[in-house]
């Protein structure tokens, strides 16, 4: 069984930078899709970004340019490395893993961000 764990959450002023990772248990395969999504108090979970088994990288607009996402299949670890923050990047970030099935349909806990003076 998978189990996706986030770190590096905190509080950073706005225009600093963090760095969340997602640590992998159980082994997930190569060609999974992976993401980060992130939710806030009384907001639906949104997407932030995503990468293909194939290594292709899309970005929310909200992020596009201020955040970066990487992926090591081989230490089975996903990062996430944002700048320039914003208060309005304050949430809960999840790290998630899909496979081709419904079942293949993993989540982290969540780490929380909070940006703010």
């Known amino acids: 069984q998978v189990q996706l764990m986030e770190s590096g959450g905190g509080l950073v002023q706005p225009g600093g930078s963090l760095r969340l990772s997602c640590a992998a248990s159980g082994s997930i395969f190569s060609f999974y899709s992976m993401g980060w999504y992130r939710q806030a108090p009384g907001k639906q979970r949104e997407l932030v970004a995503t990468?293909?088994?194939?290594?292709?990288?899309s970005y929310s607009e909200a992020v596009k340019g201020r955040f970066t996402l990487s992926r090591d299949n081989a230490k089975e670890m996903m990062y996430l490395q944002m700048s320039s923050l914003k208060p309005e990047d304050t949430a809960v970030y999840f790290c998630?893993?899909?496979?081709?099935?419904?079942?293949?349909?993993?989540w982290g806990k969540g780490t929380l961000v909070t940006v703010s003076l």
């Open positions: 998630n893993a899909k496979g081709p099935i419904p079942e293949a349909d993993y």
């Open positions: 990468i293909t088994g194939g290594g292709s990288i």
